[in-house]
Nanobody, 124 residues
Framework: QVHVVESGGGLVQAGSSLRLSCTAS????????LAWFRQAPGKDREFVGA????????SYTDSVSGRFTISRDNAKNTLYLQMNSLKPEDTAVYYC?????????????????WGQGTQVTVSS
C-alpha cells in the first residue's frame, strides 16, 4: 500500500515563505516523476511544478516561476516545495503527486499516487 503525506502548510502573511514537504511510504519514488498541484476554493486543480527522476529536470507554471522551487531527496523519499514571496492568490490546498513515467509532467491524469493535501493560506 502506497501512502503519500504532505506537511508544512499554514497561515502566513503576503511576502512570507513556506516550505512544503511530501513523504512517501510503501514504495521508493526515486524513479518517479513528482509534482505539486493546488486547488483554490471554487476552482479546478492546477499544476504548480514538477521534477523528473534522474537529473531532476523541473518545470513550473508561469504564476510561480521565480518564486517557488521544487526539489527532491531520494534518500529520504521526500519531495519539497519552497515557496517565497507568497501572494494571497497562492491560497489553496496543495497536493503532492507521483507518476511512474518519471517525467516532470503537468498533466494530472499521468499521476498514479496523490496525497490528501495541505492547506496554505496567505493573508494580505
Amino acid at each position: 500500500q502506497v501512502h503519500v503525506v504532505e506537511s508544512g502548510g499554514g497561515l502566513v502573511q503576503a511576502g512570507s515563505s513556506l516550505r512544503l514537504s511530501c513523504t512517501a511510504s510503501g514504495r521508493t519514488f526515486s524513479n518517479y516523476g513528482l509534482a505539486w498541484f493546488r486547488q483554490a476554493p471554487g476552482k479546478d486543480r492546477e499544476f504548480v511544478g514538477a521534477i523528473s527522476w534522474g537529473v531532476g529536470r523541473t518545470s513550473y507554471t508561469d504564476s510561480v516561476s521565480g518564486r517557488f522551487t521544487i526539489s527532491r531527496d531520494n534518500a529520504k523519499n521526500t519531495l519539497y516545495l519552497q515557496m517565497n514571496s507568497l501572494k494571497p492568490e497562492d491560497t489553496a490546498v496543495y497536493y503532492c503527486a507521483a507518476n511512474h513515467y518519471g517525467r516532470a509532467s503537468a498533466r494530472a491524469a499521468e499521476y498514479d499516487y496523490w496525497g490528501q493535501g495541505t492547506q496554505v493560506t496567505v493573508s494580505s
